[in-house]
T-cell receptor, first 115, second 113 residues
C-alpha cells in the first residue's frame, strides 16, 4: 500500500520555467517535509509543514516555495529553476515531532532535470 | 557543529558475505539514531531506530548497534543478497525535534554475484 506518493517520478523542465512537484500521503500525518538530494549527497531539508504551519530552513533559497492545501497534499514550487536545482526531491511525513512519533516516512522521490 | 560521519564511503562484497557499516556522530543532545536503506532512484526506507538506552536492534538480516558513550553505531548485514545493493544512510535526531535530523552521506554498498 502506497503511503507517501510523489508525482511525477521524473520531471524535465527548462531553465527558468516554473515547475511544481506533488506529494500526497495516506498516513494522516501532521508533518510533511521536502528535501533536496543531489548525487552522492545526504538529503537537505528545505522546509516542513506542521499541519498548516510552514517552517522554512534558513538557507533555503527564495526560489523554492511550498503549499499544503490540506492534510494529504503538499506541493513544492520552484519559481525559476536553475541548472543547479537539478536533483532528487524527496517528500517525507511524520506523525508528529515529539519523541516516539517523529519517524519520517519517505516517498520515492521526484528526479528533476533542468535543461 | 552536529555531524554524522559514515565509513566506508563505498563497499563491494560478494553475495552471501557479511559486512559492517560504521557511523560516528557528534550530535547533541541525542534523541535517536536511524539507519535507512536507499535504493538507486528511490526514497530512503527506515531499517532500524534506536534510542539512547538501546544497544542493539535487528530487522531480519540487518542488525544495528549503538554505543551512546562513544557515539558510534554500526549496521551489520548478514548473508548479503544482490538486493542489498543500495546506499545506507545513518540519521541522527536531536532530542525532541523531528526537523533536526542530521544525515550522514551514506555508504554505497554493492553486492556482486
Amino acid at each position: 500500500d502506497a503511503m507517501v506518493i510523489q508525482n511525477p517520478r521524473y520531471q524535465v523542465t527548462q531553465f527558468g520555467k516554473p515547475v511544481t512537484l506533488s506529494c500526497s500521503q495516506t498516513l494522516n500525518h501532521n508533518v510533511m517535509y521536502w528535501y533536496q538530494q543531489k548525487s552522492s549527497q545526504a538529503p537537505k531539508l528545505l522546509f516542513h509543514y506542521y499541519d498548516k504551519d510552514f517552517n522554512n530552513e534558513a538557507d533555503t533559497p527564495d526560489n523554492f516555495q511550498s503549499r499544503r492545501p490540506n492534510t494529504s497534499f503538499c506541493f513544492l514550487d520552484i519559481r525559476s529553476p536553475g541548472l543547479g536545482d537539478a536533483a532528487m526531491y524527496l517528500c517525507a511525513t511524520s506523525r508528529d515531532t515529539a519523541p516516539g512519533t517523529e519517524t519520517q516516512y519517505f516517498g520515492p522521490g521526484t528526479r528533476l532535470l533542468v535543461l | 557543529k552536529n555531524q554524522v560521519e559514515q565509513s566506508p564511503q563505498s563497499l563491494i562484497i560478494l553475495e552471501g558475505k557479511n559486512c559492517t557499516l560504521q557511523c560516528n556522530y557528534t550530535v547533541s543532545p541525542f534523541s535517536n539514531l536511524r539507519w535507512y536503506k536507499q535504493d538507486t532512484g528511490r526514497g530512503p526506507v527506515s531499517l532500524t531506530i534506536m534510542t539512547f538506552s538501546e544497544n542493539t536492534k535487528s530487522n531480519g538480516r540487518y542488525t544495528a548497534t549503538l554505543d551512546a558513550d562513544t557515539k558510534q553505531s554500526s549496521l551489520h548485514i548478514t548473508a548479503s543478497q544482490l538486493s542489498d545493493s543500495a546506499s545506507y544512510i545513518c540519521v541522527v535526531s536531536l532530542s525532541g525535534s523531528a526537523r533536526q535530523l542530521t544525515f550522514g552521506s551514506g555508504t554505497q554498498l554493492t553486492v556482486l554475484p
